[in-house]
C-alpha cells in the first residue's frame, strides 16, 4: 500500500543513501542472476566473468517502425564527423574531476563533459536497441505512488499545493503508467506490475545507473512523454530514459575500502559492484567508442574542449 509521512520518508532515504542492489536476468529460464549493490548517487558496473559473461537469450528482433528508423537518421545526419573519430579512436587518459574526462586522440588532448556525452549515447542506444533490450531487475518492487511522492518534493518537479495532493498525483501516475505498461515493457524493457515498477533497461551490458533519479525519472514519465503520438513519444521517452542513465558524478572507491576491494578478489568485487570510474573506463567508454554519433554542437557548446596538441608543445620546448 501507499506509504506517506514517516515511512515514505525513510523510503527516500533509503534510495538517497542506500546501496541500492539490481539483479541482471534473462529472458531465459534458469539464467543465472547476479546482484550488484551500488550507491543510489552514483552510476556502477560489475566485472563479468565466467558464466556472467553469458547475453540473455532473447532472439533479437529487427525493429521496423518507421518512427524509430526516422529518429536514428536524424541522429546520423546531426552527427559531426570529426567528433565522431575522437571518439571511435580516442585513448582514456583519466578523470579531470566530477564531471569531466581527459581523451587523447593522435597528437591532441581534450577535456569531454561525461554526463553531457552520457546522455546523448544512451539516447542512440535506446532507439538503436528498440525492442531488444535486456532487463535489470529492481531487489524489490519500487512502488510508483510512493516514488512519485519522494519526486514532488524536489524542487525540478516544480509542485505546488494548486497541483493537488502528492499522493493523488502518485496515484494517477500508478494508473497512467499501468495502462502503459505492456508497452513500456515490449519496446523498452521497463516493468510494472501491481503499481511497482519492478525491472529496468539494460542500455549497457554491465552498467547500473544512478537510482537516486528514479524518482523524478518516475514523475516524468507521465508530464514529459508525449502519450498521444508515435514518434514524440518514441523520441521523448528515449530522451527520459537517457536522463535516468547519465553518468552525473565521476568518483573512486572510497580510500578506506580500495584496500578491501582489493583483498576482496574478483569474484567479490563481481557482487559488490565497481566504482564510478571504473564502470565509465570500463563500461561506458568502450560502448561509446563502437556506436557513438556525436551530434554537432557538442563541438561548440563546450561538451568537447581541445585543452593541448603535442605538436606545439614539441615547438614551444623546442624554443626554450
Known amino acids: 500500500g501507499l506509504r506517506t509521512g514517516d515511512e515514505a520518508g525513510g523510503a527516500g532515504k533509503r534510495l538517497r543513501e542506500g546501496a541500492a542492489s539490481i539483479g ?29 559473461m553469458v547475453a540473455s537469450d532473447r532472439p533479437w528482433v529487427a525493429c521496423e517502425l518507421s518512427s524509430i528508423h526516422r529518429l536514428l537518421r536524424v541522429v546520423t545526419q546531426n552527427a559531426h564527423r ?51 533490450l ?10 510508483i505512488v510512493d516514488l512519485c511522492v519522494l519526486a514532488l518534493r524536489d524542487p525540478r ?9 502528492p ?24 516493468v510494472i506490475q501491481d503499481g511497482a515498477i519492478v525491472a529496468l533497461p539494460q542500455l549497457v551490458d554491465g552498467y547500473v545507473p544512478p537510482l537516486n533519479a528514479l524518482p523524478l525519472f518516475t514523475l516524468r514519465l507521465a508530464s ?39 583483498a576482496a578478489g574478483p569474484e567479490a568485487l563481481a557482487e559488490t559492484g565497481c566504482s564510478p570510474a571504473w564502470t565509465i573506463q570500463h563500461l561506458l567508454l568502450p560502448s561509446i567508442r563502437r556506436t557513438y554519433e556525436p ?23 623546442e624554443r626554450c
Request: net charge negative.
Open 224 to 262: 514529459h512523454v508525449q502519450w498521444d503520438a508515435e514518434e514524440p513519444c518514441f523520441d521523448s521517452l528515449a530522451r527520459l530514459l537517457a536522463s535516468l542513465f547519465r553518468v552525473d558524478q565521476i568518483g573512486e572507491l572510497d580510500e578506506q575500502q580500495q584496500p578491501a576491494a582489493a
Open 24 to 52: 541482471e536476468t534473462s529472458d531465459a529460464g534458469g539464467a543465472p542472476e547476479l546482484t550488484v549493490g551500488v550507491p543510489a548517487s552514483t552510476c556502477g558496473g560489475k566485472r563479468q566473468m565466467g558464466e556472467a
Open 134 to 143: 535486456a532487463l535489470l531487475t529492481l531487489s524489490s518492487p519500487a512502488p
Open 167 to 190: 499522493a493523488d498525483i502518485g496515484a494517477a501516475v500508478a494508473r497512467l503508467l499501468t495502462d502503459k505498461a505492456e508497452m513500456l515493457e515490449e519496446y523498452v524493457s521497463l
Open 295 to 317: 551530434p554537432a554542437e557538442q563541438a561548440s557548446d563546450h561538451t568537447v574542449v581541445q585543452v593541448a596538441c603535442t605538436e606545439q608543445l614539441y615547438k614551444i620546448f
Open 82 to 132: 570529426g567528433l565522431a573519430v575522437l571518439f571511435r579512436q580516442h585513448i582514456y587518459v583519466g578523470a579531470v574531476d566530477a564531471s569531466y574526462v581527459l581523451l587523447q586522440h593522435q597528437t591532441k588532448l581534450y577535456v569531454v563533459h561525461i554526463g553531457a556525452v552520457s546522455e546523448e549515447f544512451f539516447y542512440q542506444q535506446t532507439l538503436h536497441r528498440w525492442g531488444n
Open 157 to 165: 518537479a516544480e509542485w505546488r499545493p494548486a497541483d493537488g495532493a
